[in-house]
């Protein structure tokens, strides 16, 4: 983009480059501001340095802060040396070009910043990835204390305190209340698997068979519905051949069923839960229906947090649904949470064949 | 004894623990469990059944879900004066994390931190610095 109050220079400007570059101009600096807020791709500024309402340094200055990542090219006839140097060495601007200018210092020019921006962009990213393993890496080791040597030092605990018990009740009961923890430890190691498989792994596309599929979960929580109590329907509609990851869908749907399962209300006499998937146009939509419990409605938005736990029922680890979260983002597809408090929970994930 | 306990931990086995510790040394103490710290702090408001004129001691663990164990010492800081003078905190925790022991140390309601789960060692401990207490 080019600011100057001259329309000849702007003109000029855009008969040079506008073959090889998308160009705008901006006759003041209010319509150049338009520009950048309506086209965040622009990658490099050239401003006029007199301009009437605000000198192109001033300019410079302000998007500097407004707008930070394109690069800034100042133009100037004037030999206001001190200013310009002043800007530069504040960081306001990337270099100056003379005015009248000759093509090839454009050109130059603009092949230098765009370099310049490249690589600045390509920190950007990376550095924000680094920033977010890091967060993570901080709550994992946060979590570690609590969820893995929790989990030892209650049975250790518990270990020492069975010494002094005699009533072989309260020693079975103490068993069974040290399998409950330990299960909770494995599945924590379980999903701290899925989770690492899930940041390191590569896709792999597959024509997918949902039948298939919902057969291998039917047989897995048809015995969970049994012990439970629970009415558990599946059902499968697919006429068309849908392409995506096999091992991230099982994952994703085995996730929301055990949530289905495991957050139901045992006060309720009818419990159920429901699952389906129809495809449709090369899309995907499996729904996960359950009468349990229900989310507190400030609490649906941190569901798919990492260990975010919105209950206290249950042994929850706080890895399923951000796992979801995480494979649906990989698969392009989204998840939408329908819930009522001590009615059910409904999931509804929406997939894209690929 | 003149002392009555609230243990709030999601861990069921880890409120077992404590209890039984609690009551291997008097099996009369009156001991109360709670997994979530929304469903004690409703209690201590209510004050209905738990131990009324007893000296309670609360043995909270930090990390519960919905409502942090830092949450609950929030609210009860929020309670009249005369309900929280019937009270002493003590956290019960398996973080290793500096943050929260500075947190701990630095908050006048809590007494102090205690690895978890509650062992002989730690509740002759909170005994001998509470045990001769009065409301």
Not at chain 1, 252 to 281: C, G, P, R
């Amino acid at each position: 983009m080019y600011v100057d109050d001259e329309q000849d220079n702007l003109f000029g400007f855009k008969a040079t480059l506008r073959f090889h570059y998308q160009v705008f101009t901006a006759i003041d600096v209010t319509q150049a501001i338009a520009h950048l807020d309506a086209n965040p791709d622009i990658r490099i500024v050239f401003s006029d340095q007199r301009m009437p309402e605000q000198t192109g340094i001033d300019f410079f200055e302000a998007i500097r802060v407004s707008h930070p990542l394109p690069v800034r090219i100042l133009i100037t006839a004037y030999t206001d040396v001190e200013s310009v140097i002043d800007a530069i060495n504040k960081g306001n601007i990337f270099r100056y070009i003379k005015k009248p200018w000759e093509e090839s210092d454009l050109f130059s020019a603009i092949e230098e910043a765009n370099r310049f921006y490249v690589t600045n962009s390509l920190l950007t990213v990376k550095h924000d990835e680094l920033q977010k393993a890091y967060n993570e890496l901080n709550k994992f080791a946060y979590s570690i204390t609590h969820d893995i040597r929790g989990p030892i030092s209650g049975l250790m605990g518990a270990i020492d305190v069975a010494r002094d018990i005699s009533d072989i009740n309260e020693v079975k009961e103490m068993l069974y209340l040290m399998e409950k923890s330990l299960k909770k430890l494995d599945m924590y190691v379980i999903n701290m698997n899925d989770y690492y498989s899930l940041q390191r792994g590569e896709l792999v596309i597959d024509e997918i068979d949902f039948n298939e599929i919902f057969e291998e979960c039917a047989s897995l929580f048809e015995v969970i519905a049994k012990v439970n109590k629970v009415t558990f329907k599946m059902n499968v509609n697919q006429n068309e051949i849908f392409r995506s990851d096999k091992v991230l869908i099982k994952m994703i749907i085995h996730n929301l069923l055990s949530n289905a399962f495991k957050y139901q209300d045992e006060s309720k006499t009818e419990k159920a839960v429901e699952a389906s998937v129809e495809i449709m146009n090369g899309s995907a939509t499996i729904t996960v229906k359950d009468s349990g419990i229900g989310i507190l409605g400030n609490h649906i938005g941190e569901i798919f947090n990492l260990f975010y736990r919105a209950t206290s029922q249950n042994v929850g680890s706080g890895f399923g649904l951000y796992n979801v979260k995480t494979a649906l983002l990989k698969l392009n597809g989204h998840i939408e949470v329908a819930s009522v408090m001590n009615q059910g929970t409904t999931f509804k994930v929406i997939l894209p064949s690929i | 004894m003149n002392l009555a306990f609230i243990i709030i931990d999601d861990s069921e086995l880890d409120c077992f623990i404590a209890k039984k510790i609690i009551q291997q040394n008097d099996k009369s103490t009156k001991v109360a469990t709670f997994t979530d710290a929304i469903s004690a702090l409703r209690q201590i408001n209510d004050n209905t059944d738990i131990h009324s004129n007893l000296l309670t001691i609360i043995l909270l663990d930090l990390r519960l879900p919905i409502m942090s164990g830092f949450e609950f010492v929030e609210e009860f800081e929020r309670l009249p004066v005369n309900v929280r003078s019937k009270y002493v905190i003590y956290v019960l925790s398996s973080s290793m994390n500096k943050n929260d022991k500075s947190r701990v140390d630095s908050n006048e309601n809590i007494i102090k931190m205690l690895d978890k789960p509650l062992t002989k060692t730690s509740f002759d401990v909170i005994m001998s610095e509470v045990g001769a207490r009065k409301i």
